[in-house]
């Protein structure tokens, strides 16, 4: 349940980004992502995440973000939320690209 919320979460995102910047969209994409995290990983777990004295800075800004977009301003909200998201998953970044980089090893793929 909780991938498939996120990834509902994720589609209505973009859907809401390539329809310029629709706000009912990106709000119900970013309710959908955020309760899908809490079914992944668990509410216990989203809290203390993303209220982590070094990580304070990004989640204010992410959750501001989606309440300016709530406010129907959705650029500046997901402007807010973007600077949010790379300041709470910075450290996350390096073990993505780290697996997408192993991705050339697997046989298939990498005469593809």
């Known amino acids: 349940i909780g991938v498939g919320l996120v990834g509902f979460g994720l589609f209505f995102l973009l859907f809401g980004i390539l329809l310029y910047f629709d706000s009912v969209l990106l709000a119900f994409g970013n309710l959908l992502f955020l309760s899908g995290l809490v079914f992944i990983i668990g509410f ?3 809290f ?10 990004g989640t204010s800004f992410f959750f501001g973000g989606l309440i300016v977009v709530l406010m129907r301003w959705p ?12 300041s709470l998953f910075q450290s996350f970044f390096p073990v993505a690209f780290g697996f997408l980089g192993s991705l050339a090893n697997i046989p298939l793929l990498s005469q593809v």
Do not use: D, S
Request: aromatic share 20%; hydrophobic share 50%; glycine share 8%.
């Open 48 to 57: 203390t995440f993303f209220f982590q004295r070094p990580k304070l800075k």
């Open 44 to 46: 216990r777990r989203t």
């Open 75 to 86: 650029i500046l909200g997901m402007l807010l939320e973007a600077y949010g998201f790379i």
